[in-house]
Nanobody, 124 residues
Framework: QVQLVESGGGLVQAGGSLRLFCAAS????????MGWFRQAPGKEREFVAA????????YYADSVKGRFTSSRDNARNTVYLQVNGLKPEDTAVYYC?????????????????WGQGTQITVSS
């Protein structure tokens, strides 16, 4: 079992940037693909980004492509999400999750460990 703790969220103006962190416990962190999802009030959790276990492959939702960048440091058991050009519609709680698969990383169902989330609020 991997435990995940997200941090780095906050209140920013439109156009601003943040860097989200997802710190993992456990020695098997490097064997997992990692995903970022977000959930706004009254909406379903939606895919934001994913990164393969090695960091060599990344995937993004169309709505964030070109603005968000995912990376990871397996030596530090941490995955990052750099979020730039924030828009009010990016306001949500952001969650990271682990997947021991390599396919369907845009699918919420393939993730089995989740953190508590970190809130991003973007003001217009």
């Amino acid at each position: 079992q991997v435990q995940l703790v997200e941090s780095g969220g906050g209140l920013v103006q439109a156009g601003g940037s943040l860097r989200l962190f997802c710190a993992a416990s456990g020695r098997t962190f490097s064997s997992y693909a990692m995903g970022w999802f977000r959930q706004a009030p009254g909406k379903e959790r939606e895919f934001v980004a994913a990164i393969s276990w090695s960091g060599g492959s990344t995937y993004y939702a169309d709505s964030v492509k070109g603005r968000f960048t995912s990376s990871r440091d397996n030596a530090r058991n941490t995955v990052y999400l750099q979020v730039n050009g924030l828009k009010p519609e990016d306001t949500a709680v952001y969650y990271c999750g682990t997947s021991d698969g390599i396919d369907y990383l845009r699918d919420y169902a393939v993730y089995d460990n989740w953190g508590q989330g970190t809130q991003i609020t973007v003001s217009s």
